[in-house]
């Protein structure tokens, strides 16, 4: 697997938070026409570097987002989401792979929401981005959505 710096949303992006809505670090500017189905699929992977934990019962939720400005605030539309992932599976390797739609996007950026509920996680960090090839986690757990 090959992660470009350039292509990073979140880059051990902290997720030990209060139950909220949160944002990648960063977007990604598509461009003026964000077409995608030619050639290769276009994946987002986000794989946890640091095992969430949690004094309660915290779950994780992470949505795949296009929006009409870099902030993600604007015309936000949810491209493909998880479920509520319980905290005894979010540990060090956990991957999660969005692959884009294929056609035309509605909006320039794309980015990330993490989605924390039920309880306040105290540990827990994040890498996500472009990537082009896969690998095996050494979790063993990849969804693929």
Known sequence: MMLDKNLL???????SQVAATYL?????????????GK?????IMVRLTETVTSAGAATLQIKLIEASDE??????????ETIALAKA????GYEVVFELPVGVLGNKFIGLQYIIA?????AGTATAGVVLDMQQA????????
């Open 89 to 92: 599976i979010l540990v060090a």
């Open 138 to 145: 050494d979790s063993g757990f990849t969804a693929v959505l």
């Open 9 to 15: 949303v979140s880059d051990d992006q902290d997720l």
């Open 24 to 36: 990648s670090d960063k977007s990604i500017d598509l461009g003026s026409v964000a077409n995608f």
């Open 118 to 122: 039920t309880a306040t996680t105290t």
């Open 71 to 80: 902030a993600l605030s604007a015309d936000v539309v949810v491209l493909k």
């Open 39 to 43: 050639g290769e699929p276009v994946r």
